[in-house]
């Protein structure tokens, strides 16, 4: 790999990972009661989501649909079947007991996401279904078409679930 290939790759993390530190930020600011330090760091999220994505057209990792499940897929598989069992052997033994509990909801979550992502990749062809999904803001739990009742993998209440259009 190429020392620039790897800077793009490096600089697609970094990226990706102040986007979502910035909002996190964001919204903490809110609740401070500093709406304007808030703006700030939506700004900056929004400028480095636009790095980030420049970053991985460049490396050539936006392909066609098809393949861009795939990765999808890919990646989901690694992180409940591999990283996030690791990460809570890792938790346990160090009776870390927040951590614990954030790796198995994202683990559960990810398995959801894996089969979400493998039945649009069966149906790509003949379905042109259209449905709006719910996120619970706890978990991530991912519902597709309506909000549960209660969060299956956490317990939240349906009617806090975010719509994503
Ligand atoms: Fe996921
Ligand atoms: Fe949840």
């Given at each position: 790999?190429?020392?620039?290939?790897?800077?793009?790759?490096?600089?697609?993390?970094?990226?990706?990972?102040a986007n979502r530190r910035y909002l996190a930020y964001a919204e903490k600011a809110d609740k401070d009661g500093n709406p304007q330090v808030a703006r700030l760091f939506r700004a900056a999220a929004a400028a480095e989501a636009i790095h980030a994505t420049n970053h991985l057209r460049t490396l050539g990792e936006i392909q066609d649909l098809a393949d861009n499940l795939k990765v999808a897929i890919a990646g989901e598989n690694y992180e409940h079947s591999q990283m996030y069992p690791a990460f809570i052997e890792d938790a346990q033994a160090d009776g870390h007991q927040k951590a614990l509990n954030v790796f198995e909801w994202a683990m559960a979550v990810e398995k959801e996401h894996e089969a979400l992502f493998q039945?649009?990749?069966?149906?790509?062809?003949?379905?042109?279904?259209?449905?709006?999904?719910?996120?619970?803001?706890?978990?991530?739990?991912?519902?597709?078409?309506?909000?549960?009742?209660?969060?299956?993998?956490?317990?939240?209440?349906g009617a806090r679930f975010l719509r994503v259009h």
């Open positions: 790999m190429s020392k620039t290939i790897e800077d793009l790759k490096e600089a697609f993390a970094g990226e990706s990972m039945a649009a990749l069966d149906t790509l062809k003949d379905s042109d279904d259209s449905y709006d999904y719910y996120i619970c803001p706890v978990c991530g739990h991912t519902h597709p078409r309506t909000a549960p009742d209660k969060c299956p993998v956490c317990g939240v209440s």
